[in-house]
């Protein structure tokens, strides 16, 4: 077996699952689901039948990833964090038709309890605080806190609060020393 599963883990006839993935206690993988190499899935987590899962993907517990959310390589999602993936639900009406696209982008990073609103885009190497509710399109290395979800800030490829602004629109990473720089608003990694 090319991954390892914990005994209680439901794994469905079909599911998809790379080399070195790593399925934790009483984890329901979906027959359609696709998960890439090196990824962990911790305790009571859900994956859906139509999700895909980069590689090196980590799922801390008690997260359930719906069907349409993909997560591209290097992700990061935080203890409770929530997906939703029909914008008004109703118990007595079926929207299954109506669900909607989530991707979260290469390195991105969602916190503990946040909530990701269907029909979004966050971007690479974005960073959402714990408890924050994303209801829009997130920009790449973009730091977003608060209810709903605010631009605060711009993350590191590494995982640390730039020093951009703008009356500072250049920065050097304090912790990895790459260099950024604000253009036309957005966070850019210079070469």
């Known amino acids: 077996m090319p991954f390892q599963a914990h005994p209680t883990a439901i794994i469905d006839d079909g ?48 997260v359930s990833v719906y069907d349409n959310v993909t997560l591209e390589d290097d992700v990061f999602c935080g203890p409770s964090m929530v997906f939703t993936n029909v914008y008004n639900p109703r118990s007595a009406i079926s929207r299954k038709h109506e669900y909607r696209d989530t991707l979260v982008r290469r390195g991105a990073t969602l916190g503990a309890n946040c909530t990701i609103v269907c029909g979004v885009t966050i971007g690479e190497y974005a960073f959402v605080g714990a408890g924050s509710v994303v209801n829009r399109d997130v920009p790449p290395y973009a730091l977003m806190l608060g209810m709903p979800g605010r631009r605060t800030g711009w993350m590191c490829y590494c995982g640390v609060r730039l020093p951009l602004d703008e009356s500072n629109s250049r920065a050097r990473c304090a912790e990895c020393g790459r260099s950024y720089r604000l253009a036309g608003g957005a966070c850019v990694p210079e070469a």
């Not at 305790?43 to 799922?59: A, D, E, H, W």
């Open 15 to 62: 599911a998809q699952i790379g080399e070195g993935t790593r399925i934790w206690h009483w984890v329901h993988v979906c027959g359609g689901a696709k998960i890439g190499e090196k990824c962990s899935l911790g305790q009571n987590v859900f994956v859906g039948n139509r999700v895909v899962l980069g590689n090196n993907v980590k799922i801390q517990n008690n």
